[in-house]
C-alpha cells in the first residue's frame, strides 16, 4: 500500500503484528478444535479487522497532511 500513497510504515508494521497474531489463533484452533480455542479466533478477528482499518485510516491520513 505504501508505493500507491494508500498507508505507510505504520500499517505496515500493524498489519504483520495482527496477521501474525490472527495467523497464530487459527494454527491453534486447526490444531485442536475446542470452543475455548474457537473463543479465541473469534476475539482475533474482532481485534484484526478494526484495529488495521484504523492503523490503514490512521495512516493515510498521515500521509496526506
Not at 5 to 16: D, F
Not at 39 to 61: E, G, N, V
Request: net charge neutral; hydrophobic share 55%; no cysteine.
Amino acid at each position: 500500500a505504501a508505493e500507491f500513497g494508500l498507508a505507510g510504515n505504520l500499517y505496515l508494521v500493524t498489519a504483520i503484528v495482527l496477521g501474525g497474531g490472527y495467523a497464530f489463533s487459527a494454527l491453534q484452533f486447526a490444531m485442536k478444535e475446542s470452543r475455548d480455542t474457537a473463543r479465541s479466533l473469534l476475539f482475533s478477528s474482532l481485534i484484526y479487522l478494526p484495529t488495521l482499518l484504523i492503523a490503514m485510516t490512521f495512516d493515510h491520513w498521515r500521509l496526506l497532511q
